[in-house]
Nanobody, 123 residues
């Protein structure tokens, strides 16, 4: 069992940066690949990127590649999403998720989810 809790969301101006954190409970966190997703009102949950259990492998969606960076610190049971050059269209609720089978782009592949954190980018 893994419990996840996101933090770090807020209001930022276009062009600004935010770093989201996802804190995990459970001793098996380091055996899970982690993904970041977002969901805007009226839209489906969108895969942003993921990181393997060791941190050696990362994958990003085209929409955020080059602007967002995922990292993890297994000693702190935490995964991060660094977001730079934010745009108004990045406004959404951001979620982290855990998957024991590796990085996947499909939300249904993930077993555990956080409650989400709101990110609002003003123009």
């Amino acid at each position: 069992q893994v419990q996840l809790a996101e933090s770090g969301g807020g209001l930022v101006q276009a062009g600004g940066s935010l770093r989201l954190s996802c804190a995990a409970s459970g001793r098996t966190f380091s055996s899970y690949a982690m993904g970041w997703f977002r969901q805007a009102p009226g839209k489906e949950r969108e895969f942003l990127g993921g990181i393997s259990w060791s941190g050696a492998y990362t994958s990003y969606a085209v929409s955020v590649k080059g602007r967002f960076t995922i990292s993890r610190d297994n000693a702190k049971n935490t995964v991060y999403l660094q977001m730079n050059s934010l745009k108004p269209e990045d406004t959404a609720v951001y979620y982290c998720a855990a998957n024991p089978d590796g990085v996947r782009t499909i939300a249904t592949a993930y077993d555990y989810w956080g409650q989400g954190t709101q990110v609002t980018v003003s123009s």
